[in-house]
């Protein structure tokens, strides 16, 4: 599932009502995906027959129906306010949705718009039924031209979301060359600089067959851009292109589009935009983004169900007087703070002042120091990685990138004061240069940029208590542990979080589409964080036995032998073993004896004449917390509370007297 954090305010904290939010920093974007398939024979064609597990039975149409049907599912749960449309080209049939039979052999199988249960259903069905699809996916005699495609998509981004700040088309098709004469080529061109000014981006998903290599160099790098012109400032790594998707080769090709459409389906939302102040008089724009976050349940709205179909709730507030149980206007309302048992009010403008105190948001650098003084466990919340923006300072990419790069040269970090936005506090933070990233494509996985690290404050780090007794090990042991390790590692020693989804989560979707596409509920969820016990047993069972048979050998020697590798436990409530004179002399109790400020001791009860004394001279704050407690307990008063209380209730005790 796509992060769901775009649903709410990023960061994790909860934003008081009265807090101004600054739209420009953080935007909801609501994004609108068309995908354009192409329908033709050879796309239609399945595999041969196979007989291995993993060989590819689906046609390419067929792969690429099923990929929309998931995604589809996908973003009505994460992206409730995006469009999906799905157009069909090279079709028998034509059809638009609205009767303009302007562009042959297009048909569009469901409308760009916001996806509800019975779209989904309609693309279930069709994809269950063979004699339906067959009608519908019946290809035309001659390929549409590639251009009227384009015009196509072009009318309907503009006719369905003209105020979309994301537009994009997915074209899936295997033919490489879909012009007949350089005319059509330069027409299609036209046509895609047309989305292109509209604000669209086109994302090519190729497909390639056993005979036939799919090759962009002969049309589509002249008419797709290899990144995308309307976000440049995204952090987020995209492909610079989508790599080609081979049906038939054994490897699943629905798994191939859905993981390229998934990589360009993230949505790229900035959680801030701030003037970045590395010096006096010197400021660079840039934009700040959270890659990693824990996914938790959203709650976007309230269902009703007790008619006879589900309704969305609909919310109101209504403030009421206590007294008169009259509506209070917004207008009336003011807000306080109690101070000594009344209630101090603020203006608006006064309650801003307060809030916005330690000035606008902005990150400023105050000092740099060592990589290596920075300790792990200094970080206080989530890191946040900042990249440059070129819209309110231009050259702040250049300046960025030197700064980037002299703090990885010279190992250091950067100190720097920290206000993400509005009303919030300020935090010292650390900013750490972060190393560009590629995979054994060459592809990058990780842009290079800066990290923005909040740092504790002397209140919250905790003293960790110390353990007298660490428990050591053989070298025996550590040996045999080790051969343990190596035959438990993962593929290519890495752990891959995207391929390990949180199971409370998929349980939770899988219900919610159950509930909404009135489907069974599952009865059991699919959870791939189980560990693989039969490889386990299969790869590390004999090493473990050796082990344990080790483990024993080395505990039996330790419980012969006076030096001990482990620490001792002794058992719970056993007694000290008895020595020699223990049973003729007991052991005298220990007395501390503590000195009170009057020269009185802790264990005596003070009289109320010598408590009268102190309270007149002041000196009843210097005793201590036993002596209070005892007079407060001779005199039948509560003993509970912290030492200025107990002081209170003494003091008040004379004063009623």
């Known amino acids: 599932m796509a992060a769901d954090w775009q649903n709410n305010r990023p960061g994790g904290e909860e934003d008081d009502d009265d807090e101004e939010i600054d739209d420009t920093s953080y935007k909801a974007i609501k994004d609108a995906i068309l995908f354009a398939i192409d329908v033709s024979s050879s796309m239609l064609e399945r595999p041969a027959p196979s007989d291995d597990k993993r060989a590819e039975r689906d046609s390419p149409v067929s792969a690429a129906l099923e990929c929309a049907y998931q995604l589809m599912q996908q973003r009505i749960i994460s992206n409730p306010k995006d469009m999906m449309g799905i157009l069909l080209f090279g079709t028998e049939q034509s059809d638009l949705k609205d009767s303009d039979n302007t562009f042959q052999n297009c048909y569009l199988l469901s409308d760009l718009d916001i996806p509800c249960a019975r779209d989904v259903k309609q693309l279930r069905d069709l994809l269950e039924n063979e004699d339906e699809a067959a009608k519908i996916l019946k290809p035309s005699k001659e390929r549409v031209a590639i251009s009227t495609v384009l015009f196509c998509a072009n009318q309907i981004f503009t006719t369905k979301a003209p105020n ?12 490489d060359y879909p012009v007949n004469v350089k005319q059509d080529k330069d027409t299609a061109i036209t046509r895609a600089r047309d989305l292109y000014d509209l604000g669209c981006t086109i994302d090519l998903f190729p497909i390639s067959h056993q005979d036939h290599l799919f090759d962009r160099t002969k049309f589509y790098d002249d008419l797709v851009y290899p990144t995308s012109p309307s976000d440049p400032d995204a952090p987020i790594a995209v492909p610079s292109t989508t790599k080609i998707a081979k049906s038939g080769d054994g490897i699943s090709l629905l798994k191939q589009l859905l ?33 990693i976050k824990r996914q938790e349940h959203v709650k976007s709205c309230n269902v009703w169900v007790g008619g006879e179909k589900p309704q969305i709730v609909t919310a ?24 000594g048992g009344d ?11 307060i809030r916005q105190c330690f000035g606008e948001p902005i990150i400023r650098i105050i000092g740099f120091k060592p990589l290596s003084s920075l300790p792990i466990w200094a970080n206080v919340g989530k890191a946040s990685f900042i990249y440059p923006s070129e819209a309110d300072f231009v ?22 004061w920290f206000i993400a936005r509005k009303n919030a506090a300020p935090v010292l933070a650390a900013i750490i240069p972060g190393e560009e990233r590629v995979d054994e494509s060459g592809e990058q996985t990780m842009p290079p940029g800066l990290w923005i690290v909040p740092l504790p404050f002397a209140d919250d780090i905790r003293q960790c208590p110390e353990h007298k007794h660490e ?46 596409l009135e489907e069974e509920i599952p009865e059991k969820v699919d959870d791939k964080t189980v560990p693989k016990y039969r490889q386990i047993e299969k790869r590390a069972a004999p090493y473990i036995i050796e082990y344990g048979e ?33 049973d003729d002399e007991p052991k005298p109790k220990k007395r501390i004896k503590k000195e009170g400020g009057d020269g009185h001791n802790d264990d005596d009860v003070i009289t109320d004449e010598q408590m009268a004394k102190m309270c007149s001279s002041g000196t009843v704050q210097k005793q201590s917390v036993a002596v209070l407690k005892s007079y407060l307990k001779a005199k039948g008063l509560s003993t509970a509370g912290k030492k200025a209380d107990l002081v209170d209730r003494v003091q008040d005790q004379f004063l009623d007297d």
Do not use: C
């Open 550 to 582: 080790q483990f024993e050998l080395d505990l039996a020697k330790v419980n012969h032998s006076s030096t001990s590798i482990l620490p001792s436990r002794g058992k719970t409530g056993a007694k000290r073993p008895k020595t020699d004179g223990d």
């Open 395 to 416: 050259g702040s990419t250049r300046v960025f990138s030197a700064l980037q790069q002299k703090l990885l040269k010279s190992r250091k970090m950067a100190l720097s």
């Open 316 to 339: 109101s507030t209504t403030h009421m007087a206590d007294d008169t149980a009259r509506v209070v206007e917004k207008g009336e309302l003011r807000k306080a703070y109690k101070f």
């Open 343 to 353: 209630s101090i009010t603020f203006s608006p403008e006064e309650f801003v002042q």
């Open 259 to 291: 993981s390229s459409i998934n990589s360009r389906a993230a949505p790229r939302r900035a959680l801030f935009s701030l003037p970045f102040e590395i010096g006096p008089d010197l400021r660079i724009g840039v934009k700040g983004f959270i890659l």
């Open 471 to 516: 428990p050591t090990s053989t070298p025996e042991l550590t040996d045999k542990m080790r051969v343990i390790m190596e035959q438990l590692q993962l593929p290519k020693g890495v752990y891959e979080p995207n391929k390990y989804p949180n199971p409370d989560l998929q349980w939770f979707y899988k219900i919610l589409q159950a509930m909404a």
């Open 164 to 175: 979309f700040s994301s537009r994009r088309l997915f074209l899936v098709t295997d033919n």
